[in-house]
């Protein structure tokens, strides 16, 4: 199965349609009638449908198992046809597309095997999604004029004495939404260094800026110290999300005194040292905290 523990929980919706085609008028009406021998179609076909979907992950390999927290089943008749429409809701890591679509596969047939005694020939046809909500490809990508700054603040790699992967795997998310690191630097761990760092960077124009390193509880970790102060406008719930992401993964990540928000219009976000802490921040607020951009640019256009 496709490994999903990166992703975040969201709210999903999929929307999946069959079609059933009879041959007779004659069927249609005993439909609606509810004169079929083997009982009421619809209903009985809604109810195959609601246990198809809850089983999804039993019978489609890769499916993951997913609590299904709303579906509904509905039909309608249009000439010699039976339109089916399935809903799916869940709050979870994963979409529930393929949910929708085996409900609605399962009351096309139920309703098959309920009309063959009494029509000759029957299709179902076009089992397809028709809508799909939630999830990262909900929101829009990146705004590509975003300029981004990433800075690693550590005693141990801008003395040279060790090497840098905390950085590089921040590039590496921003690479994937579409970013490219204008800046890249390292520096001490230097309460002044990291201030004066973020002053100049802001003021050249960089709209992003990522500060890796220094949010712990050593000694040396003054990153939030510094950078705090700095903020016009903090964003308290960047850095709550990203903890929440963190705690799901290890207990430790409640030991992170990250800060965010923004200098003038640079935004600043600081991020755990370690490799792993700083990929998995990234994974946390990416896409999400670029619709940052959109607002802010919205409101300096109500200004003008």
Known sequence: MVNITHKLYSLRKATAMAIVTVSREATIAAVREKQIPKGDVCEFARVAALFAIKKTSEVIPDCHPLPVEYASVNFHI???????????????????????????????????????PVDDYIIISSITPSKKEGGKSSFAAAPATVTCAVIVCSDSIAAQTKQDTAGKAILSVLEQHGLQAGFYGVIPDE?????RTALQLSESGYQLLLFTGGTGLSPRDVTPEAIAPLLSRPIPGIMEAARQYGQERTPYAMLSRGVAGFLKDTLIITLPGSTRGAEETMLALFPYVLHLFKVAKGARHDKE
Not at 87 to 114: F, K, P, Q, S
Not at 191 to 195: A, H, L, R, W
């Open 78 to 116: 249009t000439g010699l046809q039976i339109h089916i429409t399935v809903e799916v809701h869940t709050v979870y890591r994963t979409g529930v597309e393929v949910e929708a679509m085996h409900g609605a596969a399962i009351a096309a047939l139920t309703l098959y095997d309920m009309l063959k």
């Open 191 to 195: 309460f002044d260094i990291i201030q």
